[in-house]
């Protein structure tokens, strides 16, 4: 099993940035890909960002350049620095390790990211 646990979400007005971060532990997958999705109420979970262990990236249309994602593989920790955000930034935030980029084998418990002024 594997466990995430994210921080960093809260209120912050348009314009400004937040760090979230998400740590895992337990029987990490030696080859992954570690990210970050988020979900409004009423709609489905999107892609945020996502980064390999290899460094590979990919990242929604609607953040780059604005969002970046990193990892450090020695903790199996992945940030995600959010700068110039929006109203419509406004969402949960969840964490998650899977074998692929593409999978979602976990997920973590969800941070709320509010930008509001």
């Known amino acids: 099993q594997v466990q995430l646990v994210e921080s960093g979400g809260g209120l912050v007005q348009p314009g400004g940035s937040l760090r979230l971060s998400c740590a895992a532990s337990?029987?990490?997958?030696?080859?992954?890909?570690m990210g970050w999705d988020r979900q409004v109420p009423g709609k489905q979970r999107e892609l945020v960002a996502v980064?390999?262990?290899?460094?590979?990236?990919n990242y929604a249309d609607s953040v780059k350049g604005r969002f970046t994602i990193s990892r450090d593989n020695t903790k199996n920790t992945v940030y995600l620095q959010m700068n110039s955000l929006k109203p419509e930034d406004t969402a949960v935030y969840y964490c998650?390790?899977?074998?692929?980029?593409?999978?979602?084998?976990?997920w973590g418990q969800g941070t709320q990211v509010t930008v509001s002024s």
């Open positions: 337990g029987s990490i997958f030696s080859t992954n890909a």
């Open positions: 980064i390999t262990n290899a460094g590979n990236t």
């Open positions: 998650h390790l899977g074998r692929t980029w593409s999978r979602r084998d976990y």
